[in-house]
T-cell receptor
Framework: EADIYQTPRYLVIGTGKKITLECSQT?????MYWYQQDPGMELHLIHY???????EKGDLSSESTVSRIRTEHFPLTLESARPSHTSQYLC?????????????FGSGTQLSVL | DAKTTQPTSMDCAEGRAANLPCNHS???????VYWYRQIHSQGPQYIIH???NNETNEMASLIITEDRKSSTLILPHATLRDTAVYYC???????????FGQGTELSVKP
């Protein structure tokens, strides 16, 4: 089993609040990802990181920000939550082994902004 | 990274082989074909990947055509628990970012 954890699992919050979604992995993986997914829709890459102090924007524009101060930790922050941010957020880390890049996903955070 | 095209949905009878096709006609020589699946809003799960040779593991087999423009994921004896969305992705190894398309929604029926 992969050791990647996301908290909280569910979050209901009011408009305008600042929130941070936590993602931690204990596998020592350098590469980490954040995806956003609405019910029944495809996953959209919103952020990724190649390692400490590296952050890149993904293919879907997002008002969220990320940081990577430690290898094991890749939190995602929304400065002012809005109903349009309601979605599932999935964090992943990547194992690079020889010629294989294998992603391990957390259980996700289901965010509802009222 | 090359674009992939998959059917939106497929059905398969329990116990039969499920053959999921994927087109990647613009794939370049050093892009690998990866398959993941996602069961009901859980995080996607790695299944298998390959470059040009056919691959097999405990979960599935991957058949890649000689020209590498298409591939097929084979679940040899599908079970109800294989009902999921299956994603085919072309990726430069260690330099790319995994972009998931719409995938194929496989329904395994009793």
């Amino acid at each position: 089993e992969a050791d990647i954890y996301q908290t909280p699992r569910y979050l209901v919050i009011g408009t305008g609040k600042k929130i941070t979604l936590e993602c931690s992995q204990t596998m020592g993986h350098d590469k980490m990802y954040w995806y956003q997914q609405d019910p029944g829709m495809e996953l959209h890459l919103i952020h990724y990181s190649y390692g400490v102090n590296s952050t890149e924007k993904g293919d879907l524009s997002s008002e969220s920000t990320v940081s990577r101060i430690r290898t094991e930790h890749f939190p995602l922050t929304l400065e002012s939550a809005r109903p349009s941010h309601t979605s599932q957020y999935l964090c992943a880390s990547s194992e690079l082994e020889a010629v294989r890049e294998k992603l391990f996903f957390g259980s996700g955070t289901q965010l509802s902004v009222l | 990274d090359a674009k992939t095209t998959q059917p939106t949905s497929m059905d398969c009878a329990e116990g039969r082989a499920a053959n999921l096709p994927c087109n990647h006609s613009t794939i370049s020589g050093n892009e690998y074909v990866y398959w993941y699946r996602q069961i009901h809003s859980q995080g996607p799960q790695y299944i298998i990947h390959g470059l040009k040779n056919n691959e097999t593991n405990e979960m599935a087999s991957l058949i890649i055509t000689e020209d590498r423009k298409s591939s097929t994921l084979i679940l040899p004896h599908a079970t109800l628990r294989d009902t999921a969305v299956y994603y085919c992705i072309a990726l430069y190894n260690q330099g790319g970012k995994l972009i998931f398309g719409q995938g194929t929604e496989l329904s395994v029926k009793p």
